[in-house]
């Protein structure tokens, strides 16, 4: 994908080195250079030292062949002028990122997409939510939502006195369970299970299970069996 990030604060430099590593085309735009040297020099990344509501700049970056352009500086009024004059330009989806709650409401997610702003983003709400939802799910290493929050992939580590170490996955009588693992990471590398790979001690299980079986049908199995 072809992105471009407005705005190289902590969140634009934080996005831009996440993305980067998943090899997508990354632009970051920011009127002060200084704040993207090192970027550009440690990652397969472009800067452009513009200001991200620069018409002139927004151009010169592409946008009018951008997958997605993302609005995130410090300023909240930059970052929608930024995410409306891409989307009028040809940018396919923007985000942006916001301070005001009044913006997030249900009621005016469609006035935000007749203006061109796909998504809105408060980095503070996000960070509440994954604090109550680690604080709700200790057990849990990560999660993640997928398939638009339906499906939920949990890491969750493997301890030494775990009762199905060394079990083939096969043999475990997991395939008619409402869960499944889909990785394994173990000593830094990921590895995708088959049938008569195991559980080693310290390994970092992911699960794949469905958003309403969580909370009961799989986490009290999944705590017992790997004994957190």
Not at 73 to 84: A, G, I, S
Not at 90 to 106: C, W
Not at 210 to 225: A, E, G, H, T, Y
Request: aromatic residues 4%; glycine residues 6%; charged residues 20%.
């Amino acid at each position: 994908m072809k992105i471009i990030i407005g705005g190289a604060g902590a969140v634009g430099t934080h996005l831009a080195k996440l993305l980067s590593r998943e090899h997508h085309d990354i632009t970051i735009m920011d009127a002060s250079p200084e704040k993207f040297e090192n970027l550009v020099t440690n990652y397969d990344l472009m800067g452009c030292a513009v200001s991200p509501t620069s018409i002139e700049g927004l151009r010169s970056a592409g946008v009018g062949n951008a997958d997605l352009v993302i609005g995130v500086t410090p300023n909240e009024t930059e970052n929608l002028t930024c995410c409306m004059l891409a989307s009028k330009m040809g940018a396919k989806k923007t985000v942006a990122r916001v301070e005001s709650l009044e913006y997030l409401q249900e009621q005016n997610k469609e006035f935000f997409k007749e203006v061109g702003i796909h998504s809105l983003i408060m980095p503070e709400m996000i960070a509440a939510e994954e604090i109550v939802n680690n604080v709700q799910r200790s057990w849990i290493r990560q999660i993640w939502e997928v398939e638009n929050s339906t499906l939920l992939m949990m890491g969750i580590k493997v301890r030494e006195n775990c009762q199905i170490l060394n079990v083939p996955l096969k043999d475990l009588g997991m395939s008619n369970a409402p869960y499944h693992i889909v990785a394994i990471k173990r000593h830094g590398e990921t590895l995708i299970p088959h049938g008569n790979d195991a559980l080693q001690a310290y390994d970092l299980a992911y699960f794949m299970t469905s958003k309403n079986i969580c909370p009961i049908s799989v986490r009290l199995p999944v705590k017992r069996i790997i004994r957190m």
